[in-house]
């Protein structure tokens, strides 16, 4: 079973870059028909879609979130990573990688997901 694992600074100041990486066991993020996904849940709020990244790399991002998002990955640790630049408090949140499996048109259907991590801005 595929399993991934958040990790992140825990503590960000205001304007800096959020970084957080999501490490993935008995899985491959290269395998086909997967995509590889940024959640996130602020205290009191919904979960938001970040964004994510393909099998082959390719990327797709929220239309509020893609001008300060990035999603990359390293293929060599399994790992993909979440950057968001000029945070501000109300970046702050728990947040979660995912798998999402594709319908043939769509990816959907969050199969499989960490168990978040918890980022706070603040200076």
């Known amino acids: 079973q595929v399993q991934l694992q958040e990790s992140g600074p825990g503590l960000v100041q205001p304007s800096q870059t959020l970084s957080v990486v999501c490490s993935v066991s008995?899985?491959?993020?290269?395998?086909?028909?997967?995509?590889w996904s940024w959640i996130r849940q602020p205290p009191g709020k919904g979960l938001e879609w970040m964004g994510f990244i393909r099998s082959d790399g390719g990327t797709s991002y929220s239309p509020a979130l893609k001008r300060r998002t990035s999603i990359s990955r390293d293929t060599s640790k399994n790992h993909f990573s979440l950057q968001l630049t000029s945070v501000t408090p109300d970046d702050a949140a728990v947040y979660f990688c995912?798998?999402?499996?594709?319908?043939?048109?769509?990816?959907?259907?969050?199969?499989?997901w960490g168990r978040g991590t918890q980022v706070t801005v603040s200076s």
């Open positions: 008995a899985g491959s993020i290269t395998t086909l028909g997967y995509a």
């Open positions: 995912a798998r999402m499996s594709s319908n043939g048109l769509h990816f959907v259907d969050f199969h499989s």
